[in-house]
């Protein structure tokens, strides 16, 4: 995307942002609540008018594609939603091929379904109705209707956040696998040392600038200072970053370290800065 | 086979069983339905007088009398239940319903005019042409004039379901309040009729408009089959059916003018006919779960059952009086809507 603005009303949320992200690579979207994430996710998908600049996918502007061929090219999974009425796993699912169908799902939109459920683990769930699962459960049917589609681009607003330990190990796989290949993927994520070991690049959003964007060795203890306002000691296990939030910047006393080598790899890991909104 | 395609085969089947169940019932019903009367026909009867055989008193009650009048009831059913669950859906509450929207009381406020101006009830039956055509044109605009606005207003703001329904009470009070003073300033005889055509009574219609609401009721039936999925996908919520490629603002305002259009047209022929596109609608949620692709269809079956039944009830109860079905509906509908709240609340 390219010196991408967006205002609601008259209130400045994104100023002049440039990303790119290449195919079978996963650009993760950090900051803090309210710095323009969602935001940004909606412009990519046309949800949201930017004011100004443009987004494209392979050469071709979002804004000009028919709402069929966006669908079928961006798949995405929003940060919350409510149902009217309720539908079960399968059907939720199947709406993810919508943009492919005509006026009624075929034969090979079902075995696309029956597919994705199997591959999320939902197999016991498939008739349940969606308002009767957990939180987590949730977040899987909805990861499940964006993956269903196979878009070549995948917005993603913090898939995981309601997710236990293993879950959130097992859909970041799940996303990576589907990026193998030629699908970019583009995901909003509190958790920063899940950023930090799945995706290829992040990008820090503070004050409606990318703040920093690179690989995960961006995420220095002094850029987490500036963006979210907290102390935190950034360490390296096995090669990835390890980020442990110690006190809130202005209240408590300075707990920040430099990078040290290894040897805090028995600790559990902890969340930073977690937050369902 | 998969634990999964297992699964949703067995509810698949359910649902196609639930929807032969439904139109099978409908069959037998208004088979039934032509056959009692105050003149019992037997079935051999029956059917050569439907062929144009049989005695000529067998072929003008079942033609002239009977026939329109259980046509009548089917797509007065079918369409108003149709519209119901598109309203719901629309709306995105399980409250949606032409007297939510105002509609009904519109109608009733532009049929109650009609019937000041000219002197003459749809109840009379010297009426003649205009008492026929006149009411029921006066009706439909009025239910128009409502629709209008809530359209009108949607358009120009936001289609969110909160505008429609807030909208709709409004004029549905505003409405209300209106045919009151009407009522206030009429004479004895008017509010007679006034009132005598809020009734809903499948009786009124003759086969023109028989013809009339089929050929709208069959082509609502034909939109919302085509769009069902598209209704589903709404159902998700406006971003995720905006990711999916829904143009949702004209989804809503589409199905909204459609339903409103239907039960403008069947109230302004038979007058208030309460609780079935309430109903029925809910009943389908309850036995086979809400998938819009489903849902019309059958509700509309469902919706057509339940009127033919009712309205062979009030013809047959209390024989030889003739009950308005309206009256019927609402007597029966409350408390089955209230058990449908009690004991199936789980649902949606
Ligand atoms: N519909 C709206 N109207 C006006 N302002 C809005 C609207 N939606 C969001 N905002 C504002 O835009 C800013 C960015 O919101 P956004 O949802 O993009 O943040 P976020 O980074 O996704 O936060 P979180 O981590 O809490 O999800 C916030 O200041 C928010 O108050
Ligand atoms: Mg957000």
Same mark, same amino acid.
């Given at each position: 995307m390219q010196r991408l603005t967006f205002a609601y009303d008259d209130e400045q #949320?994104?100023?002049?942002i440039n990303l790119t992200v290449q195919s079978g690579e996963l650009l993760g979207l950090l900051g803090p609540?309210?710095?323009g994430k969602s935001t940004l996710l909606e412009c990519c998908n046309r949800l949201l008018g930017p004011d100004s600049g443009r987004v494209t996918i392979d050469g071709d502007? #979002? *804004? +000009?594609?028919?709402p069929d061929e966006r669908a079928r090219r961006v798949g995405y999974v929003p940060q919350s939603e409510s149902g009217a009425f309720p539908a079960s796993v399968f059907e939720t699912i199947l709406q993810g091929r919508r943009p492919h169908g005509g006026w009624s799902p075929s034969a090979s939109d079902r075995e696309a379904v029956e597919r994705v459920i199997d591959r999320l683990g939902l197999d016991g769930l498939? +008739?349940?109705?969606?308002?009767?699962? @957990?939180g987590g459960q949730r977040q899987k049917v909805r990861l499940g209707r964006a993956l269903v589609g196979d878009p070549s681009v995948l917005l993603l607003d913090?898939? +995981? @956040? *309601?997710?236990?330990l293993k879950h959130r190990l097992e859909v970041m796989d799940l996303v990576v696998g589907q990026l193998q290949g030629d699908v970019a993927g583009m995901i909003a994520i509190h958790d920063l040392n899940l950023a930090a070991r799945y995706c290829d690049r992040v990008a820090l959003l503070a004050e409606g600038e990318v703040h920093a964007v690179g690989?995960?060795?961006?995420? +220095?203890a002094e850029a987490i200072r500036e963006v979210y306002g907290v102390e935190a000691s950034v360490r390296r296990h096995r090669d990835r970053r390890l980020v442990v939030p110690e006190a809130p910047a202005d209240t408590g006393p300075s707990a920040a370290e430099p990078p040290i080598e290894?040897?805090?790899?028995?600790r559990p890991t902890p969340n930073t800065a977690e937050t369902d909104d | 086979m998969t634990e999964t395609a297992t699964a949703v085969g067995e509810r698949r089947r359910r649902r196609v069983g639930f929807l032969g169940g439904v139109a099978l019932t409908l069959a037998i019903a208004g088979t039934f339905a032509l056959a009692i009367g105050s003149v019992q026909v037997p079935l051999a009867d029956l059917l050569a007088a439907l062929t144009g055989g049989g005695t000529e008193l067998h072929r003008n009650i079942v033609w002239r009398n009977r026939l329109p009048r259980v046509l009548g009831a089917i797509v007065a059913g079918g369409g108003l239940a149709i519209a119901g669950a598109a309203m719901q859906t629309v709306l995105r509450n399980?409250?949606?319903a032409p007297y939510t929207l105002g509609i009904s009381q519109a109608a009733a406020f532009g049929a109650a005019l009609a019937i000041l101006l000219t002197?003459?009830?749809?109840?009379? $039956? $010297?009426?003649g042409l205009l008492a026929t055509w006149l009411t029921p044109i006066a009706a439909f605009l009025g239910g128009m004039v409502s629709t209008g606005v809530i359209l009108a207003l949607v358009t120009y703001r936001q289609a969110t379901p909160e505008t429609m329904i807030l909208t709709g009470v409004a004029l549905g009070s505003l409405f209300q309040a209106g045919l009151t003073l009407l009522q206030y300033f009429a004479s004895d005889t008017e509010v007679a009729a006034i009132v005598y055509w809020t009734f809903?009574?499948?009786?009124? $219609?003759g086969w023109p408009q028989v013809i009339v609401m089929t050929v709208v009721v069959l082509a609502a039936t034909a939109y919302f089959l085509r769009h069902g999925w598209d209704y589903d996908v709404l159902d998700a919520g406006t971003d995720t059916a905006r990711s999916l490629g829904v143009n949702v603002d004209s989804l809503r305002i589409r199905g909204m003018a459609i339903a409103s259009l239907v039960t403008a047209l069947i109230v302004s022929f038979v007058g208030i006919i309460g609780f079935v596109g309430l109903v029925a609608p809910h009943v389908v949620r309850m036995v086979i779960g809400g998938t819009e692709r489903y849902l019309m269809p059958a509700s509309a079956l469902v919706g057509a059952t339940l009127l033919v039944v009712a309205d062979t009830a009030a013809r047959t109860v209390l024989s030889p009086v003739v009950l308005p079905v309206g009256i019927l509906t609402s007597f029966l509908g409350a408390p089955l809507f209230l058990y449908l709240v009690i004991e199936g609340r789980a649902y949606w």
């Amino acid at each position: 995307m390219q010196r991408l603005t967006f205002a609601y009303d008259d209130e400045q #949320i994104l100023e002049e942002i440039n990303l790119t992200v290449q195919s079978g690579e996963l650009l993760g979207l950090l900051g803090p609540n309210g710095s323009g994430k969602s935001t940004l996710l909606e412009c990519c998908n046309r949800l949201l008018g930017p004011d100004s600049g443009r987004v494209t996918i392979d050469g071709d502007p #979002i *804004a +000009t594609l028919a709402p069929d061929e966006r669908a079928r090219r961006v798949g995405y999974v929003p940060q919350s939603e409510s149902g009217a009425f309720p539908a079960s796993v399968f059907e939720t699912i199947l709406q993810g091929r919508r943009p492919h169908g005509g006026w009624s799902p075929s034969a090979s939109d079902r075995e696309a379904v029956e597919r994705v459920i199997d591959r999320l683990g939902l197999d016991g769930l498939a +008739t349940r109705n969606v308002e009767n699962l @957990s939180g987590g459960q949730r977040q899987k049917v909805r990861l499940g209707r964006a993956l269903v589609g196979d878009p070549s681009v995948l917005l993603l607003d913090e898939p +995981t @956040s *309601a997710l236990d330990l293993k879950h959130r190990l097992e859909v970041m796989d799940l996303v990576v696998g589907q990026l193998q290949g030629d699908v970019a993927g583009m995901i909003a994520i509190h958790d920063l040392n899940l950023a930090a070991r799945y995706c290829d690049r992040v990008a820090l959003l503070a004050e409606g600038e990318v703040h920093a964007v690179g690989p995960p060795d961006v995420l +220095t203890a002094e850029a987490i200072r500036e963006v979210y306002g907290v102390e935190a000691s950034v360490r390296r296990h096995r090669d990835r970053r390890l980020v442990v939030p110690e006190a809130p910047a202005d209240t408590g006393p300075s707990a920040a370290e430099p990078p040290i080598e290894g040897h805090v790899a028995d600790r559990p890991t902890p969340n930073t800065a977690e937050t369902d909104d | 086979m998969t634990e999964t395609a297992t699964a949703v085969g067995e509810r698949r089947r359910r649902r196609v069983g639930f929807l032969g169940g439904v139109a099978l019932t409908l069959a037998i019903a208004g088979t039934f339905a032509l056959a009692i009367g105050s003149v019992q026909v037997p079935l051999a009867d029956l059917l050569a007088a439907l062929t144009g055989g049989g005695t000529e008193l067998h072929r003008n009650i079942v033609w002239r009398n009977r026939l329109p009048r259980v046509l009548g009831a089917i797509v007065a059913g079918g369409g108003l239940a149709i519209a119901g669950a598109a309203m719901q859906t629309v709306l995105r509450n399980p409250l949606g319903a032409p007297y939510t929207l105002g509609i009904s009381q519109a109608a009733a406020f532009g049929a109650a005019l009609a019937i000041l101006l000219t002197g003459v009830g749809a109840g009379s $039956a $010297a009426g003649g042409l205009l008492a026929t055509w006149l009411t029921p044109i006066a009706a439909f605009l009025g239910g128009m004039v409502s629709t209008g606005v809530i359209l009108a207003l949607v358009t120009y703001r936001q289609a969110t379901p909160e505008t429609m329904i807030l909208t709709g009470v409004a004029l549905g009070s505003l409405f209300q309040a209106g045919l009151t003073l009407l009522q206030y300033f009429a004479s004895d005889t008017e509010v007679a009729a006034i009132v005598y055509w809020t009734f809903g009574d499948i009786g009124r $219609a003759g086969w023109p408009q028989v013809i009339v609401m089929t050929v709208v009721v069959l082509a609502a039936t034909a939109y919302f089959l085509r769009h069902g999925w598209d209704y589903d996908v709404l159902d998700a919520g406006t971003d995720t059916a905006r990711s999916l490629g829904v143009n949702v603002d004209s989804l809503r305002i589409r199905g909204m003018a459609i339903a409103s259009l239907v039960t403008a047209l069947i109230v302004s022929f038979v007058g208030i006919i309460g609780f079935v596109g309430l109903v029925a609608p809910h009943v389908v949620r309850m036995v086979i779960g809400g998938t819009e692709r489903y849902l019309m269809p059958a509700s509309a079956l469902v919706g057509a059952t339940l009127l033919v039944v009712a309205d062979t009830a009030a013809r047959t109860v209390l024989s030889p009086v003739v009950l308005p079905v309206g009256i019927l509906t609402s007597f029966l509908g409350a408390p089955l809507f209230l058990y449908l709240v009690i004991e199936g609340r789980a649902y949606w």
